[in-house]
């Protein structure tokens, strides 16, 4: 569970093995990448969205707002701190 900012990013990622489950408190800007296609999901304040992100879609959350927002977020994939399945993608500059 993290509190973003207004204007930070969060992700900017991908995982290669594990599924990513996330739920977004808006106002925010979640941009999902598959392949060549990119799509985005605008999330307005106050209003709460559950996604799932199978391994090897990039994605990235945006603050859009101007007070912190809330994501909660959990991985199938136990997070082992020797071989990291998180690598970078640049969603949001």
């Known amino acids: 569970m993290v509190l973003t900012e207004p204007g930070c990013v969060r992700g ?16 925010a800007l979640v941009r999902v990448q598959e392949g060549d ?13 559950r996604i799932t992100i199978p391994a090897g879609v ?3 959350v945006k603050n859009t707002g101007d007070r912190p927002n809330l994501l909660i977020v959990f991985n199938t994939d136990a997070y082992n ?4 399945d998180v690598h970078s993608v640049a969603l949001f500059d």
Request: aromatic letters at 2%.
């Open 12 to 27: 900017n990622h991908v995982h290669q093995h594990g599924t990513e489950c996330m739920t977004v408190y808006g106002p």
């Open 37 to 49: 296609t990119l799509t985005e999901l605008a999330v307005p304040i106050g209003d709460i969205v």
């Open 58 to 60: 990039a994605h990235a």
């Open 81 to 84: 701190p020797k071989q990291p």
